[in-house]
Structure formats: structure tokens, C-alpha cells
T-cell receptor
């Protein structure tokens, strides 16, 4: 079973626009991570935010975490065609578990 | 340095056959994970190794699935009596020590198709 749910399921934007993807989860977590996947193959780690952090930046990426609402958002600013991919949030549950629980993902298409 | 590698990239087999999928983690990483990703879904956890031992195999769907890591590096996921529902991309990941808040590094996956 999957813990997280991303929304929207699919997002289509023009180059230069910002893309926002949201993730909700169900249980207490140690951290939340965002991954990117091209063409249904290997996942690339983008950013990790710990449960005691509220916001984190990495280049054009901004992640927020609201543990009271059990939700996170990923913002990609000034999007590029190369950002076209599927984006997944993944949670590591509290209690020392090491397995990641992924959502179903958001498929982002950035048009030139 | 070299990342996580998986072989084969693609595997086509017939229902009822046995398959082995291999994962080479990043050198020195003690933690290794297997996930399965069905079309249009996120990856689902199968099993986690800490060294040679399976620390958590709660995600294996049934006893047709088995994984080993005899020397604490390379791992093999074994599927017996394959079924069409086993068709998916099987992803392997490794991390340095398996501790909390560690980044997991994923391989490119093996796409398994059971006819």
C-alpha cells in the first residue's frame, strides 16, 4: 500500500512558469523526500526535508513541510523542458524504519 | 564513482518460469533495498538488507519472491513460478548505512514482462 498521495496527478505548463506539486501522507514521519523519474526508470533524489524543518531550498527547488497537516509541496521555479518527468514524494516513517513509502506521483510536462 | 547497477535491463519470460534479477549497490554501502513499480504507480517496498541479512522483508508479496545478499554486496531477487501480475519495473537502491534520513540511491531498474 502507498502512504502518500500526490496532486495533481498530471501537470502541463509552459517553459518559464512555476510548477507546484503537493503530497499528503498518513503517519508520523522521520523525513520526507522528493524524487524525480524519467521514462519510468531510475529515480533521482532531489531533496530531503526532516520532520523538524518547515522549508528547504535547492537551486530552483523549494520544498515545504507541514507536519500538522501531513502535507508537503514541491515548487520548481522557472521550469525548463528538461524538467519534464514524474515526481514522487516518499516518506520514511517514525520508529526507525528505513523503507520509503512512495506516492503515486505527479507527471509534469513542460512545453517549450 | 559508479552508481547502483542492475541487470538485466529488460527481461521477458513466460508464465510459470523462474527469474533472477541482480543488483550491484554502490561500493561500501551496507544497506540495500528492493522496490517494485507497476505502471502508473510509485515504487512499493519489497525488502531491505543490512549487510547480509534481510532486516525487513515485509513487502515481499508472497513466498514466490525471495532475495539474497550472501556477501553483503551484490543482491539477487528471485521470483519463482512467475505470473503475469509480476510484470513491473524492479528497482534496487542502496544507502551508506541504512540509518534514518539517509538518501537512497536508485539503480535504473529491471523491466520484467511476464507473458
Amino acid at each position: 500500500s502507498q502512504q502518500g498521495e500526490e496532486d495533481p496527478q498530471a501537470l502541463s505548463i509552459q517553459e518559464g512558469e512555476n510548477a507546484t506539486m503537493n503530497c499528503s501522507y498518513k503517519t508520523s514521519i522521520n523525513n520526507l523526500q522528493w524524487y524525480r523519474q524519467n521514462s519510468g526508470r531510475g529515480l533521482v533524489h532531489l531533496i530531503l526535508i526532516r520532520s523538524n524543518e518547515r522549508e528547504k531550498h535547492s537551486g530552483r527547488l523549494r520544498v515545504t513541510l507541514d507536519t500538522s497537516k501531513k502535507s508537503s509541496s514541491l515548487l520548481i521555479t522557472a521550469s525548463r523542458a528538461a524538467d519534464t518527468a514524474s515526481y514522487f514524494c516518499a516518506t520514511e516513517q517514525s520508529g526507525g524504519y528505513n523503507k520509503l513509502i512512495f506516492g503515486a506521483g505527479t507527471r509534469l510536462a513542460v512545453h517549450p | 564513482g559508479a552508481g547502483v547497477s542492475q541487470t538485466p535491463s529488460n527481461k521477458v519470460t513466460e508464465k510459470g518460469k523462474y527469474v533472477e534479477l541482480r543488483c550491484d549497490p554502490i561500493s561500501g554501502h551496507t544497506a540495500l533495498y528492493w522496490y517494485r513499480q507497476s505502471l502508473g504507480q510509485g515504487p512499493e517496498f519489497l525488502i531491505y538488507f543490512q549487510g547480509t541479512g534481510a532486516a525487513d522483508d515485509s513487502g515481499l508479496p508472497n513466498d514466490r519472491f525471495f532475495a539474497v545478499r550472501p556477501e553483503g554486496s551484490v543482491s539477487t531477487l528471485k521470483i519463482q513460478r512467475t505470473e503475469r501480475g509480476d510484470s513491473a519495473v524492479y528497482l534496487c537502491a542502496s544507502s551508506p548505512q541504512g540509518g534514518p534520513r539517509e538518501t537512497q540511491y536508485f539503480g535504473p531498474g529491471t523491466r520484467l514482462l511476464v507473458l
